[in-house]
């Protein structure tokens, strides 16, 4: 199945959704959302609601996030958050505001995928991935690594750099697609004009040629539902090369905005690896010509009966990839 945010296809593994990588950004961007999407006195206290959870009762509203619990807390249930007597010491306190998202996306720590209760420290560039320091003992003690806040300032110009090109292309695709259904408007114009003539050629002699007649117009109708057909064939495909390399520009703007330097690097060679597959993707590059149709009416003095009415004849245009 196609990602619902690249586009790109992949397989879904055998145990089903939940074997798919976790993506951490896009999880992020979530919570953050959620945490931030109702402003202050639109969400009732957490803390409230489990104590008085089965009794009733009017609950006070919230008006703080707590980034360490997660949770929408009010004035007097955040003030234990405040303090050094939780686990930890105190915690992270936000007021609940509409510019909170952004605020919790950088806040909020970035975990190692197989140490869970370990923040990813180092970037390495042999694997490819984010690593915690337990990790780099480990397994990465000999590869070529660096602190992932460095290695993210040096991803971000070739990401951009490959946006810059997505963004290129989608100005490229949308002018051929525009360019392609002028020619096709003009193909069907031309089309019309050459059944006027047509027609008005076989009034003059119709009872003798309507079959004639008849049979040029059958030739023109498969023309013109070839045409349409395949006009729409690689129109579509045009469509879906726009919609995946959109997506893709619209999801490096949200990292490069919001994310932070491990999401970025985290998401770093997938993104350049996809920039280079929709770049490289033949039907950004597919043409469509429709056939140039004439007709030139005949001499019914000079002609025998089969050609009174006319020759009808039909130049298909060779397909040009890349024009």
Do not use: W
């Amino acid at each position: 199945m196609p990602c619902p945010l690249c586009r790109k296809r992949f397989k879904i593994p055998l145990d089903g959704l939940e074997g798919l990588q976790h993506h951490f950004f896009i999880q992020h961007l979530v919570d953050a959302r959620n945490a931030a999407s109702k402003a202050a006195g639109e969400v009732p206290c957490q803390a409230c609601l489990e104590e008085k959870e089965g009794n009733g009762g009017e609950l006070p509203a919230a008006s703080m996030y707590c980034i360490d619990c997660s949770e929408s807390l009010c004035e007097k249930c955040s003030r234990p958050h405040r303090r050094s007597i939780m686990k930890g010491g105190a915690h992270h306190l936000r007021p609940l505001r509409p510019e909170l998202e952004h605020e919790l996306i950088q806040l909020r720590g970035s975990y190692c995928d197989k140490h869970k209760d370990e923040h990813v420290k180092l970037y390495c560039h042999d694997c490819n991935e984010n690593i915690c320091v337990l990790c780099f003992a480990v397994k990465h003690r000999n590869h070529n690594s660096g602190e992932i806040p460095e290695v993210a300032g040096s991803f971000r110009p070739r990401i951009e750099e490959d946006d810059e090109e997505i963004m290129s292309a989608i100005s490229d695709v949308r002018q051929q697609s525009e360019q392609m259904k002028q020619n096709v408007d003009e193909c069907l114009g031309q089309i019309a004009s050459v059944e006027k003539m047509l027609v008005e050629a076989g009034d003059v002699i119709k009872r003798l040629v309507d079959d004639h007649i008849n049979e040029c117009l059958l030739k023109m109708q498969s023309v013109k539902s070839d045409s349409a057909k395949q006009f729409e064939v690689v129109q579509e495909q045009l469509q879906l090369a726009l919609v995946a390399m959109e997506s893709f520009h619209t999801y490096s703007q949200e990292l490069l905005d919001k994310g932070r330097p491990s999401d970025v690097t985290r998401a770093a060679s997938e993104l350049h690896k996809r920039a280079t597959e929709l770049l490289n993707n033949d039907a950004i590059s597919d043409f469509y010509c429709p056939p140039h149709v004439t007709f030139t009416p005949a001499d019914v003095t000079q002609l025998p009966l089969s050609q009174l009415v006319g020759k009808l004849s039909v130049v298909h245009s060779e397909y040009t990839p890349g024009y």
